[in-house]
């Protein structure tokens, strides 16, 4: 029999090829040298003033619009997408977060929904990290409920005319391009807006106690006129967002399990040199159940990630279950976090460790790419056939 590994105490890694861990390697080794030694420092200061450099790099790894192919895209599997979002999110939610808004809500809209000419325009510089994309649905007013969205284009002549506010919008303040969705006479449709148009602003949102080291801004659309080829041809409705999401919060199920695993380590690391009681905590039965059941739900994580990661590949892969991994993983770190809190006692809430960093970025992630409440609601529908959302 192989020896019990414990960073791998159900053996994981033999499902993964030759490639899933080269691309694994070298993430991590990114996120090791670039973001690790510094986030603690971003966090506290509320800002990432690196984040154009940093995009870069991660175009130059292939982190961005990873699992899409042609114009400049690396065509990752989905598990290798999924890897790289466990590292990313190892490190910090805030870093998974640019390149999930990158790569799986702006770059996959264009390329899902947009024209050729829209593909060729944006995606090898986007892909590249030299234009960073932001995806505006929420609205003030209008979170889980996009259809209801206030924010509206109407036609002047050939030009499209679009108005209105959106919020919360990841990488907002420093996006080259917006895709942006908005009502229409045809319903709702998509619109790729670059930031520079006249009547377009992007204040960023401040006060955040939660993902910190990541830019979070209002979109606000005065009149903004763009021409007819503006808009997403190949989707019209709430399915052009809603398939999106989908592709984003895939990558969340993998990211969540990155952050617990940070702070599973964090705590392991702890229990086995904290000593109290004149011997270490790790030594207490009761600090071991801790970690046991830590270790039994991140791996369980990583597996149930694993498993829809093979269904994407495989083209078998539904939005029911992308909620049901969204809504266990995205669970499970957060209790995975703050259980490694309690661990390390006082030394927990410090930023000189990274489980409090990761566990406020967690609330977050539990409420982005649909809330706990809406990914049961969906497979509340899905397993009764009754709709329960309104
Ligand atoms: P609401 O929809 O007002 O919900 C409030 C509470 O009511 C929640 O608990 C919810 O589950 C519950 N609730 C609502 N309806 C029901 C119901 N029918 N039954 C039971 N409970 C219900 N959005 C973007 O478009 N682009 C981004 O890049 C982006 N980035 C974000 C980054 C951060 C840091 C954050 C915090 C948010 C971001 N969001 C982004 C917005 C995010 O997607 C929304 O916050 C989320 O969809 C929830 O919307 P809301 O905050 O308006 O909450």
Not at 182 to 194: H, K, N, S
Request: overall charge negative; charged content about 20%; proline content about 5%.
């Amino acid at each position: 029999l192989p020896p019990f590994d414990p960073a791998d105490p159900l053996g994981i890694d033999d499902l993964l090829e030759p490639e899933d861990l080269a691309v694994r390697d070298t993430v991590r080794a990114w996120a090791a040298d670039r973001v690790l030694p510094h986030v603690a420092q971003w966090y506290e200061r509320g800002e990432l003033p690196v984040i154009r450099e940093l995009a870069r790099e991660l175009g130059r790894i292939g982190a961005l619009g990873m699992s899409l192919s042609g114009y400049g895209c690396a065509g990752a599997s989905a598990v290798q997408y999924g890897l790289a979002c466990l590292e990313l999110e190892a490190a910090d939610s805030g870093i998974r977060s640019l390149v999930s808004v990158q790569g799986s809500l702006a770059m996959y809209a264009i390329h899902r929904f947009g024209s050729e000419e829209q593909k060729r325009e944006w995606l090898p510089r986007m892909a590249a990290g030299e234009v960073i994309g932001c995806f505006g649905l929420t609205e003030p007013d209008h979170g889980s409920d996009p259809a209801s969205m206030r924010t509206h284009a109407k036609r002047d002549g050939s030009d499209w005319v679009l108005s209105g506010r959106k919020m919360w919008i990841t990488n907002g303040s420093v996006a080259g391009v917006a895709v942006v969705w908005a009502q229409t006479d045809e319903g709702i449709r998509g619109f790729v807006v670059p930031t520079a148009s006249s009547g377009f602003s992007a204040p960023e949102i401040k006060h955040k106690w939660s993902l910190r080291a990541s830019v979070t801004s209002e979109l606000v659309l005065d009149e903004v006129r763009l021409p007819a080829d503006a808009v997403l041809p190949e989707v019209t409705g709430l399915r052009g967002p809603l398939g999106c999401l989908t592709h984003a919060r895939y990558g969340i199920v993998w990211g969540a399990m990155g952050a617990a695993r940070s702070c599973f380590e964090a705590a392991v690391e702890y229990a086995t040199s904290r000593e109290q009681f004149g011997r270490p905590i790790g030594g207490f039965q009761l600090t071991q159940a801790k970690l046991a059941d830590m270790a039994v739900e991140l791996h369980k994580g990583i597996l149930l990630a694993h498993h829809l990661g093979r269904r994407m590949d495989a083209g078998r892969l539904r939005p029911e279950q992308v909620s049901f991994g969204k809504l266990n993983n995205v669970r499970e770190a957060i209790d995975i976090c703050r259980t490694a809190r309690t661990i390390l006692g006082a030394n927990g809430i410090s930023l000189e460790y990274p489980v409090m960093r990761h566990a406020t970025n967690l609330e977050s992630v539990l409420t982005y790419e649909g809330t706990v409440e809406m990914h049961q609601l969906v497979l509340g529908k899905a397993l009764t056939g009754i709709d329960a959302f309104r």
